[in-house]
């Protein structure tokens, strides 16, 4: 049963252009979404999350939407650099299960010239 | 400095064999935990430990057994390797406490032949 879902696995999208990774979840107990940046032989390396409370945080180029009701969430990255190629994985946690994360499958984002 | 280390990064092994997989993290968290990534890129928690305390385990067979010596070092220990335990074994923190992002090692690629 996969709580957290991409559907997309791979996205290719221009340099300067924006790139957006979406991700749906089906347990509503989760109240905490992170999304990953993974480049190949390392480990998952944390690029931004938004709580429940919330329906947008943003840090410089990323921007991650929540909609709680669609039980969707989509990270915007603008401009795409080619440093962004990567798999981003979307992840989910729920109050009291210690930080427990749920990951979706990932998207393998190329980032062209 | 490495945030979270692990030891060995490639492990090659035949079946039958028991095998240890170390983790170290300088970050002062409180909290660690495992994560397998299957064939399929599927990231799943195995074990999770609070100041040396067991507070999660995913159903995963007892041959695996994490042993954590002090809140710093999370170590798994797999005894009679399976061809099916061939995967990355990720370790991570996090300081614990609520909604709180999880710090990852480079990952330990097993190989059961």
């Known amino acids: 049963d996969q709580q957290v879902k991409q559907n997309s696995p791979s996205l290719s999208v221009q340099e300067g252009r924006i790139s957006i990774l979406n991700c749906d979840y089906t347990?509503?107990?989760?109240?905490?979404f992170l999304w990953y940046k993974k480049y190949p032989a390392e480990g998952p390396t944390f690029l931004i999350s938004?709580?429940?409370?919330?329906d947008k945080n943003e840090d410089g180029r990323f921007t991650v939407f929540l909609n709680k009701s669609a039980k969707h969430l989509s990270l915007h990255i603008v401009p795409s650099q080619p440093g962004d190629s990567a798999v981003y994985f979307c992840a989910a946690s729920a109050t009291g299960t210690a930080s427990k994360l749920t990951f979706g499958t990932g998207t393998r984002l190329q980032v062209t010239l | 400095d490495t945030a979270v280390s692990q030891t060995p990064k490639y492990l090659v092994t035949q079946m039958g064999n028991d095998k240890s997989i170390k983790c170290e993290q300088n970050?002062?968290?409180?909290?660690m935990y495992w994560y397998k990534q299957d064939s399929k890129k599927f990231l799943k928690i195995m074990f999770s430990y609070n100041n040396k305390e067991l507070i999660i385990n995913e159903t995963v067979p007892n041959r695996f057994s994490p042993k954590s010596p002090d809140k710093a070092h999370l170590n798994l220990h797999i005894n009679s390797l399976e061809l099916g335990d061939s995967a990355v074994y990720f370790c991570?923190?996090?300081?614990?406490?609520?909604?709180?992002?999880?710090?990852f090692g480079q990952g330990t690629r097993l190989t059961v032949v």
């Open positions: 970050l002062g968290h409180d909290t």
């Open positions: 938004i709580s429940s409370i919330k």
């Open positions: 991570a923190s996090t300081v614990g406490g609520l909604n709180t992002e999880a710090f």
């Open positions: 347990n509503s107990m989760f109240d905490y």
